[in-house]
C-alpha cells in the first residue's frame, strides 16, 4: 500500500500519479515491496485462452466455407 509520510495516511496505488506523486500534497510516496514485485512481474494469457481462440477461427472458416457453397451451389 503506497503510504504518505506528508499525509500520514494510505492511498490506493490507482490513486498514485506515474511519477509516484501523492495526489493531495505532492510529496514522493512509498510504494511499498508488495507492489514494486507486482509490476515487475508480467502476466502471461493462459494457454486455454489460445485453445479458445483455435476453436473460433476453426468455426467461423467452416462457416465461411459453408456460406460460400451457399451461394454458388
Known amino acids: 500500500m503506497p503510504w ?3 499525509c500520514e495516511k494510505f492511498h490506493n496505488p490507482a490513486t498514485i500519479d506515474e511519477t509516484g506523486t501523492c495526489p493531495e500534497c505532492g510529496a514522493t510516496v512509498e510504494i511499498g515491496e508488495i507492489a514494486q514485485h507486482a509490476e515487475e512481474e508480467t502476466v502471461k494469457v493462459p494457454w486455454h485462452f489460445w485453445v479458445g481462440v483455435a476453436a473460433v477461427i476453426a468455426y467461423l472458416g467452416w462457416r ?4 460460400v ?3 454458388f451451389w
Not at 465461411?64 to 456460406?67: E, F, H, K, L, S
Open 69 to 71: 457453397g451457399l451461394l
Open 4 to 6: 504518505c509520510e506528508t
Open 64 to 67: 465461411v466455407i459453408q456460406g
